[in-house]
């Protein structure tokens, strides 16, 4: 059974930067053909995705948020961490982690339960 767990911060004040860690269990995330994925989902808005980082250890990522966002990975932990730097309230969300499987634009078919993170001062 595969798990996600997303930890981290649920209030960062404006301009800082967000960091979270997905810890991954019962799989490896250097398995061929899976994607790790972050996800957020403002309120009373739709699903958003983010971002990922490839088995192979390559990254992809949304382009309205690319300049803003780093994804990396801790293979010895089975860990992968997001980052979004200068946020703004508007970037209050839960935010997910997830497993995209046989290619990045392809379904989730693991969540994390997801973390509420608020920006505010």
């Known amino acids: 059974q ?16 967000l960091s979270l860690t997905c810890t991954v269990s019962g799989a490896s995330i250097t398995t061929n053909g899976y994607y790790w994925s972050w996800i957020r989902q403002p309120p009373g808005k739709g699903l958003e995705w983010m971002g990922a980082i490839a088995y192979s250890g390559s990254t992809y990522y949304s382009p309205s948020l690319k300049s803003r966002t780093s994804i990396s990975r801790d293979t010895s932990k089975n860990q992968f961490t997001l980052q979004l730097s ?3 309230p508007e970037d209050t969300a839960v935010y997910y982690c997830a497993r995209i499987s046989t290619a990045v634009t392809g379904n989730v078919d693991y969540w994390g339960k997801g973390t509420q993170v608020t920006v505010s001062s």
Do not use: D, I
């Open 86 to 88: 200068s946020v703004t």
């Open 2 to 17: 595969v798990q996600l767990q997303e930890s981290g911060p649920g209030l960062v004040k404006p301009s800082q930067t």
